[in-house]
């Protein structure tokens, strides 16, 4: 079974920390993503990266970098957390056609 | 990048069919048309794809008209269960094309 798996479910953090989610694919997947999804606002993309190394800005990559180290390990970098930080955090897989996508389970983060 | 747009909410009770109609009218000659659906607190989940005519699979139906500016996705029959968020997504699958995902469109069902 494909499985994308975020390393936190809920997650609290202090204002201007540093925070790391992480995500796991172990489909050999060359595209990863993530998302942030705030109550209507559907899910934007904030950076994708498409292999090892590389990675693209979404359309709200500001406050966030990315960094992909190795193929199946995607992590997502709040340099200084903030407040508007708050929200759902989703990652996600695809082949490179990106014909599917598969998401893990979401992080929640709260950030105080 | 073709834009999409969808209702931002339908209303169905158990038993019927729902069609959710996606506009498109950008759509370029590589495009596929992708739908996906999302419950609560989870990721969102592929349903169904398609390029043109009909495709149907055992959870749902595309139907994509010749000229291709929009597309329906048909759930029939509805459950309580198939209340959710459903996503129609426009993209080639070139190296240009970022999985970008609108609002959706807000399904209930109701018994």
């Known amino acids: 079974d494909v499985k994308v798996t975020q390393s936190s479910r809920y997650l609290v953090k202090r204002t201007g920390e540093k925070v790391f989610l992480e995500c796991v694919q172990d489909m050999d997947h060359e595209n990863m993503f993530w998302y942030r999804q705030d109550p209507g606002l559907g899910l934007r993309l904030i950076y994708f990266?498409?292999?090892?190394?590389?990675?693209e800005k979404g359309d709200i990559p500001e406050g966030y970098s990315v960094s992909r180290e190795k193929k199946e390990r995607f992590s997502l970098i709040l340099e200084s957390a903030s407040t508007n930080q708050t929200s759902m955090y989703l990652c996600?897989?695809?082949?490179?056609?990106?014909?599917?996508?598969?998401f893990g389970q979401g992080t929640r983060l709260t950030v105080v | 990048l073709a834009k999409t747009t969808q209702p931002i909410s339908m209303d169905s009770y158990e038993g019927q069919e729902v069609n959710i109609t996606c506009s498109h009218n950008n759509i370029a000659t590589n495009d596929y048309i992708t739908w996906y659906q999302q419950f609560p607190s989870q990721g969102p989940r592929f349903i169904i794809q398609g390029y043109k005519t009909k495709v149907t699979n055992e959870v749902a139906s595309l139907f994509i008209p010749a000229d291709r500016k929009s597309s329906t996705l048909s759930l029939p029959r509805v459950s309580l269960s198939d209340t959710a968020v459903y996503y129609c997504?426009?993209?080639?699958?070139?190296?240009?094309?970022?999985?970008?995902f609108g609002s959706g469109t807000r399904l209930l069902v109701r018994p």
């Open positions: 996600a897989s695809s082949t490179r056609d990106r014909r599917q996508a598969f």
């Open positions: 990266s498409y292999d090892v190394k590389m990675k």
């Open positions: 997504l426009v993209g080639s699958m070139d190296s240009s094309y970022k999985l970008i």
